[in-house]
């Protein structure tokens, strides 16, 4: 009688350290995916105000030529989008120092000379990432006070935003579906 109430309170102990360890192990149930649209490289510039950008490629490397208000060049190397980094700072090429790029092809660029009178910049302006994943309750991610330039590169899923502080990059992405990665997941295990 001793012998079965010890085996029947060993098997009780066991079972709630069992359902105990059960308990701990469970996660929280992860949140859906959200897309995303964050920094993710900046390089400070000192030549003034940027005007444009004109984002370009040669072989595997990715470049953005900035062009400054009084005609300035600036080419960053944009490869690793996460480093950015100056490969030329370029004064203006014209005499008057108001040179503007015409077009850009990898490592070759065409500098207009402009003899007319610069064309006025736009005002700078605020940019804001925005976060709609609850409609009714939208979220001011991050803010881009002075923008002077912005420019997109769709290829890459980047944006290129210009302001007192230098040259923000920030990466687009959508989130993955998961009824999506769960059928793409069935299919590679069971279809193949």
Known sequence: MLRSRCLSNLFLLGLLAVSTAGARDKKPAPKDPQDQIEVIGHI?????????????????SHYLY???????LTLIDVTKARKPAV???VASPGSAGS?????VTGTAALVADTTAAPATSAAPQTIRI???SDPQHPKVGREFAG??????????GLIYIAN????????????EDPEVEKAYARRVIYDH
């Open 66 to 72: 900035a062009e400054h208000e009084q005609g300035n």
């Open 99 to 103: 040179g503007s790029l015409f077009a």
């Open 87 to 89: 490969l030329a700072d």
């Open 147 to 156: 923008v002077t330039a912005i420019s997109r590169d769709d290829s890459r």
């Open 130 to 132: 925005m976060d709609f």
């Open 164 to 175: 007192a502080e230098g040259v923000w990059i920030l990466q687009q992405r959508l989130a």
């Open 44 to 60: 400070a510039l000192t030549d003034g105000p940027i005007r444009r950008f004109v984002p370009t490629q040669h072989y595997s």
